[in-house]
């Protein structure tokens, strides 16, 4: 018996720090203070069941637990609708953004062909004027140059009348016309 009892205190003098060893010292190891501590829950709770009170705290825990899992469901379902929500008010968003850019899109091609058009009939105003204005001056210019012969024409003319026409042949040609007019008169009566 010695010697287990020897074995006993050399593990007490082991260096504990570090390694394991058992603890022969009675009041270090608390053995005294848990048996006190037994001692007073079983004389003040002599009637109350450890289980009894073992299952309290855990039915107590489990519906803690329970309530923190269904309000933790109704925030998801919450979460869920407003995620939903969302959504078809992304989608509503994303059918008006293609709604406008499309609009957009249109108004900007039909901004192109009339902006195209507007400027197609002033080309076409400016090309009509062009050809108006070039017309006009043709024709102020073949004017002048017809004036201009007729002048000449007729100086040409009177020159060769003066130098040809004599005293004879200027009374020769109003004797004509006196006829010429008499003639006439007898055909209007």
């Known amino acids: ?3 287990i009892t020897d074995f006993f205190v050399s593990l007490g003098y082991w260096p ?3 390694s394991f060893g058992f603890n022969t010292d009675i009041l270090a190891t608390n053995p005294i203070n848990l048996s006190v501590v037994l001692g007073v829950l079983i004389f003040f709770g002599k009637g109350v069941c450890a289980s009894c009170i073992l299952n309290d705290l855990l039915d107590n825990r489990k519906q803690r637990i329970l309530s923190t899992i269904r309000n933790s469901e109704e925030l ?6 407003q995620l939903e929500r969302a959504r078809a008010r992304l989608r509503k968003v994303e059918i008006e953004a293609d709604e406008y850019r499309m609009n957009g ?3 900007i091609e039909r901004e192109k062909v009339n902006l195209i058009n507007a400027t197609s009939d002033s080309l076409e105003r400016l090309e009509n004027y062009k050809n108006e204005t070039l017309y006009f001056e043709q024709q102020r210019a073949i004017n002048q ?6 002048e000449q024409a ?5 020159g060769t009348l003066n130098s040809c026409l004599n005293n004879e042949l200027h009374f020769r040609t109003i004797s004509a016309n006196i006829s010429t007019l008499g003639a006439m008169e007898k055909i209007k009566d």
């Open 154 to 158: 007729l100086q040409g003319a009177l």
């Open 1 to 3: 018996m010695t010697n």
């Open 105 to 107: 899109y249109s108004d």
């Open 145 to 150: 140059v017809r004036q201009r012969v007729f």
């Open 16 to 18: 504990s720090a570090g």
């Open 76 to 81: 998801r379902k919450g979460a869920i609708e």
